[in-house]
Every structure is written in C-alpha cells, then in structure tokens.
C-alpha cells in the first residue's frame, strides 16, 4: 500500500529543479525537498545559491500545506528533506522514525491580512473580516496558516464565515490577489512575496499566532550530505540572512 501510494505521488508532483548539472557529464546529486508553500520563495533562492557551491548537486522541490507533505512522506512519498510550517506536522514524521534525528527550527513567521491593492473594503482589522460584503477565504483548519489563522480570530473574539477554506496559505493568498476575494489571513512573508498584487493590513500582537518552521533530513535519504548541508545552511548566518529577506524571522 505504501508503495502504491508513493508511486501515485511520484506521478502527479510537478517537481522543480533549481538548477541544472554543474558540470559536463558529472552525475546529478539530486536532494528532494518537501516544503510548506509559504517557503516557496526563499527556498528556490537556496536552492540555487547551494548548487552554485556544489557542482553536480540539484535541490527539487515539491511544495505544499505541511500536513499534506507529512501525509504524504510517512506514505512513503521519496523526500530527502522535510520543512515544515508548523512543529505538529514534523513530530508526525518524527514519530513515524522517518527523520534522521528531530526538526530543528530555522525560522518563524506571523500572520497577516492580505487585501487587494489599494485596500478598497477599508479593512483595518480582523474586525472587519466579519463585515457584511467582506468576502473571506481561509486556508483549511488542517493547514498550519488555517489554523493559525483561526487562533488569532478567536484571540480577538471575531466570528467570521470564510467563503472557501483552500489547500494552502499561497492558495489564499492567491485569491486576494486575482480579485476573488476581498481578503485572507496569510503570513507576512506572503504579503511580500506578492508585491504590489495585494497590501498588508498588520495584525496586532494580542492577537498574533506565531509560526515555528523545523526542518530535519529524512532518514532513508540517498544524498545525505548534500541533504545534511541545505538543512545547515539555512540555520547559518548566511541562510539567516536569507531568509530575513524574504520576511522570515529568526527561531
């Protein structure tokens, strides 16, 4: 069962290669990274800067909400690299024994209420989530931003009836910005990632659920050097520095 399952998964990812073989006819190295959608950005920027420094290496990802990926890795799904958005999502893949020790943190990030450009409904707050003419999209309660989300709503006492709960964070924000919805509660790195797509209406910190980002190798990786150098790689100064570029905080 787990060998079918994982066949399935292998056939439907569109996995991405960072970067292609550094040198002429060297055997491709290649690391599979399964990551939360929120890391999209930074990641593809790692991706490239470590196969710069290591000639033949190829960092593949598949990304995607946390709880999905950990489903489908403890299914036997083939990852050399699990990065989630939420720490219950990697102890199920700790639990499972499929990671080479625990997940270690390497970021953090915060929510965020993402509008279209311009803010035409006036959204000040997640307040006015709950107004009548507010269309609302959430990420599903199984997804980390879902149900961060909907701590920081309750934190603030606010009701609201979402229009659609979505697969990931990046789905949500991708509503807001091609007009289908008036707003979504995402991460702050999201808001930035989109540009002048949508602005960003701040949440306050009585009402913040942060995130927690761990990230561990997989146990039955075939590359775990270059596997083991992305993971310290992000939690070096350098991979900090990176990812404050993109919005992250530190652990």
Known sequence: MRTAVAIGIVAALVLEACSAVGQAGAPARDVTVFAGSSLTDAFRRAGDELAKANPGGRFIFNFGSSSTLATQITNGAPADVFASADEPNMQKVVEANLTDGGGRIFASNRLQIAVAAGNPKKIAGLADLARPGVVLVLAAPTVPA????????????????????????????????????????????????????????????RHQAVA????????????????????????????????????????
Do not use: M
Not at 146 to 163: F, H, M
Not at 175 to 183: C, I, N, Q, R, T
Not at 185 to 201: C, F, L, N
Not at 223 to 240: I, K, M, W
């Open 212 to 251: 927690r980002y761990p990230i561990a190798v997989v146990k039955d990786t075939k590359n775990g050097e270059l596997a083991h150098r992305f993971v310290d790689y992000l939690l070096s100064p350098a991979g900090q520095d990176l990812l404050a570029e993109f919005g992250f905080s530190k652990p």
């Open 146 to 205: 879902g149900r961060y989300a909907r701590e920081a709503l309750v934190k603030a006492g606010v009701t609201t009836t979402p229009v659609s709960q979505e697969v990931d964070v990046r789905a949500v924000l991708n509503k807001v910005s091609l007009g289908e919805a008036d707003a979504g509660i995402v991460y702050v790195t999201d808001v930035k990632s989109a540009g002048d797509r949508v602005s960003g209406v701040d949440i306050p910190e």
